[in-house]
């Protein structure tokens, strides 16, 4: 597998914290659109954990935090909903083991939506499909693929309520799709 060339998000979260950056760090987001759309969504969570305290940072910096001035720091979001029992369908004679192939559906708010999941064991990268219907604006939405309360990836489906994601993802994934306080989760495989 190719090394990434993009910043880790931990320097783009803490950029966006202190509102300013090493000039390595203003240039490549000047010349990398991807990153320019991932520090664009990491504003978008930064505002929406001020309005809801469901939203937990990373360890790194809540260790700082705590260590420092005992108290809570701003961070990347852990799922509000991760203990939460959610309705799963598998379809299309998927198997229910997530190291295959699977189709599952659940809602978020007045959404509903579907998502094709599978793995190429090739490269260890997980595909995903989706749409989103029954949601005038679908792009209120934010998907997210998280691991240890860290963002590995993050879009919000077009205006035609789909969205796909491509990305390489360690064990214990999990897929998170939002609308304000709801989020539907979606757990990887874990062994």
């Given amino acids: 597998m190719k090394k990434s060339t993009h910043p880790k998000i931990e320097q783009w979260w803490e950029w966006i914290i202190a509102s300013e950056a090493d000039s390595s760090l203003e240039s490549h987001l000047d010349a990398c659109e991807e990153c320019a759309e991932l520090v664009e969504t990491l504003r978008d969570l930064r505002r929406a954990r001020r309005s809801t305290r469901f939203l937990l940072p990373p360890r790194s910096i809540l260790q700082r935090a705590v ?17 939460a029992k959610v309705p799963v369908d598998v379809r299309g004679g998927a198997s229910e083991d997530p190291t295959q192939p699977r189709t599952v559906t659940g809602n978020v708010g007045e959404a509903r939506i579907s998502v094709a999941i599978s793995p190429r064991v090739e490269d260890q990268i997980w595909q995903f499909r989706g749409i989103v219907t029954g949601q005038p604006d679908s792009t209120s939405i934010q998907v997210l693929l998280v691991h240890d309360d860290h963002i590995l990836a993050a879009i919000s489906p077009s205006e035609d309520g789909t969205f ?21 989760v979606i757990p990887g495989p874990t062994e």
Avoid: F
Wanted: hydrophobic content about 35%; glycine content about 10%.
């Fill in 164 to 184: 796909a994601l491509d990305e390489p993802a360690p064990q214990g994934w999990s897929l998170e799709i939002r609308k304000g306080d709801d989020a539907w």
């Fill in 67 to 83: 260590q420092g001035k005992k108290q809570m720091a701003p961070g990347l979001p852990a799922s509000p909903m991760r203990s």
